[in-house]
């Protein structure tokens, strides 16, 4: 806590880095539409896209760190070396992260979503609010995710280094990174009562944690050729709610139209 309010001191805040939940009437009827980011909404990894600002044997030394140390540690050297080494400020940052492809038929798919009232969208990411809140406002959509956006904060300093911070500090779950546990968040948007049903669309082992949250009602929508698919043989009994695969947003929106409709 010490940390965040010295970087919202020091810094402009650029999205609230849990925003939105609080400002919406509960409601027993209502769908949440949980999405992830990296490789989810956008083709690539976000971390990964940005480190390709760094000369190819320095991102290469740092990726290498990447299991020892994590991925928010990995990114909090990047953008340091960025910023300190090779004078790369925020604005060249945020117009890396606009040029991330979106999954083909994803802001599609978004844009259908949010146009239905009986639905909330929300972001759950392990990537940050600087660089979700540039791509959002790239296509002019962060006004979509109502539900608000779950990550980790991040920040401009005075001096043009984005710092990034965790979301939490967590142990209990041995599936998530120490700074976010995505079922965590899962679980307080479904106590919460606004919900009648959560569907959670992701590609990766952190959107397990989220999955094995989800009650019979749910929906999980695994992406089909990504990680957490390929490891669904071994896991998939330890999820309560109904599964199903996609590949892009047009088979998302195949799948999903119908369910909100219903
Ligand atoms: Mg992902
Ligand atoms: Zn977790």
């Known amino acids: 806590m010490f940390l965040i309010s010295r970087c919202f001191r020091l810094s402009r805040c650029l999205l609230g880095?849990?925003?939105?939940?609080?400002?919406?009437?509960?409601?027993?009827h209502r769908t949440l539409v949980a999405i992830d980011f990296d490789k989810t909404i956008v083709?690539?990894?976000?971390?990964?896209?940005?480190?390709?600002?760094?000369?190819t044997r320095?991102?290469?030394?740092?990726?290498?760190?990447?299991?020892?140390?994590?991925?928010?540690?990995?990114?909090s050297r990047v953008l340091q070396a960025l910023h300190g080494e090779h004078k790369v400020n925020s604005a060249s940052v945020g117009l890396r992260v606009r040029s991330l492809r979106a999954v083909p038929g994803m802001l599609r798919v978004v844009r259908r979503l949010a146009r239905n009232q009986e639905v909330d969208l929300c972001i759950v990411s392990d990537s940050n609010s600087f660089f979700i809140g540039e791509w959002l406002q790239a296509y002019s959509i962060e006004c979509l995710f109502a539900g608000g956006?779950?990550?980790?904060?991040?920040?401009?300093?005075?001096?043009?280094?984005v710092l990034v911070l965790p979301y939490q500090e967590q142990t209990d779950c041995n599936l998530c990174p120490s700074n976010l546990c995505k079922g965590s968040v899962l679980e307080e948007l479904s106590c919460s009562g606004r919900y009648e049903r959560v569907i959670y669309?992701?590609?990766?082992?952190?959107d397990l944690c989220a999955m094995k949250r989800?009650?019979?009602?749910?929906?999980?929508c695994i992406r089909r050729g990504f990680e957490l698919h390929e490891k669904m043989a071994a896991h998939g009994q330890e999820l309560a709610c109904?599964?199903?695969t996609w590949r892009d947003g047009h088979e998302l929106e195949e799948l999903l139209m119908p369910k909100i409709v219903a």
């Open 17 to 28: 880095f849990r925003r939105g939940v609080s400002e919406f009437t509960p409601s027993g």
């Open 43 to 55: 083709e690539q990894d976000s971390y990964l896209a940005v480190s390709e600002l760094l000369p």
């Open 58 to 75: 320095q991102r290469k030394e740092l990726q290498d760190l990447i299991p020892k140390c994590g991925w928010l540690s990995f990114i």
């Open 149 to 161: 956006v779950f990550t980790n904060p991040a920040c401009v300093q005075r001096s043009g280094e």
């Open 201 to 206: 669309v992701g590609d990766s082992c952190n």
């Open 214 to 220: 989800l009650q019979e009602k749910d929906v999980a």
């Open 242 to 244: 109904s599964v199903h």
